[in-house]
């Protein structure tokens, strides 16, 4: 309620709708913008983008980090490249992106899929690191191939870290798709903005800003919710 009644004073303080609108009036375009279809649509490209990269970069990344896991010598050498190319902003890649695969669909896909993929190959990596090696030599001395260690022992071992990887990956998808869409899109949240921005249409602007957060919030929700389910099943099989 203190923020918003801050957002009213400011807009009186301005004094020009045109500049910073006020709460009432964001709500009316919002209602606006849901009867009209258009503010659903665009929520539903942002996350259709968002599920599958997602989707599509969590099943290589895992596939890829119990590799270079299993395989000490994969994980020193790439590793660190890892490493660097995480500390990299998303954002940073967009333009890149677009000129690589165009202003398309390919070009956000790409930048989810890059994201996700090296937060879940890190962190399957870092599972199978630490998984017990005594565990490892016990399975293998009662007779367990390479497919049954990896199966039985080195995943279950590394789930708990595939399942943070997930969550952090999941926001960060999220934000992913958002930068991709501020640069360069048809349609989407991001779109609404800037559209929003050059038509100097300041209430749908907030609308659209407003409406990130709302999906952001539950996909962060999401996220923790599917971490604290995964771990307390993951908790009672070991138990």
């Given at each position: ?22 709460p ?13 279809g ?11 983008r ?5 989707v ?16 000490g010598w ?13 500390s ?15 202003i ?6 790409a ?10 190959a ?25 497919r ?16 943070t ?11 992913a798709?958002?930068?991709?869409e ?10 609404v903005i ?5 038509m ?8 659209g ?31």
């Amino acid at each position: 309620m203190l923020l918003i009644a801050l957002w009213q004073a400011l807009s009186e303080w301005f004094a020009d709708p045109t500049v910073v609108p006020s709460p009432g009036a964001v709500v009316s375009r919002t209602g606006e913008l849901v009867a009209s279809g258009g503010l659903l649509q665009d929520a539903a490209a942002t996350l259709g983008r968002v599920v599958i990269g997602y989707v599509l970069g969590a099943v290589l990344g895992v596939a890829f980090g119990l590799l270079i896991g299993w395989f000490g010598w994969m994980e020193r050498l790439l590793g660190p490249s890892l490493n660097f190319v995480r500390s990299i902003p998303p954002i940073a890649w967009v333009p890149f992106s677009i000129i690589v695969f165009g202003i398309g669909e390919g070009s956000k896909y790409a930048i989810i899929v890059y994201l996700v993929f090296i937060v879940l190959a890190l962190s399957a990596a870092a599972g199978v690191r630490e998984t017990p090696r005594i565990r490892v030599r016990a399975a293998q001395a009662l007779g367990a191939g390479r497919r049954a260690v990896l199966l039985r022992v080195i995943l279950p071992s590394a789930f708990p870290f595939i399942l943070t990887g997930l969550g952090v990956a999941l926001n960060l998808a999220f934000m992913a798709v958002v930068s991709a869409e501020l640069i360069g899109a048809r349609s989407g949240l991001g779109h609404v903005i800037t559209h929003a921005q050059a038509m100097f249409e300041t209430d749908t602007m907030l609308v659209g800003i407003l409406s990130l957060g709302v999906v952001g919030g539950l996909f962060g929700r999401g996220a923790d919710w599917l971490i604290r389910r995964g771990l307390g099943r993951f908790s009672n099989r070991v138990a």
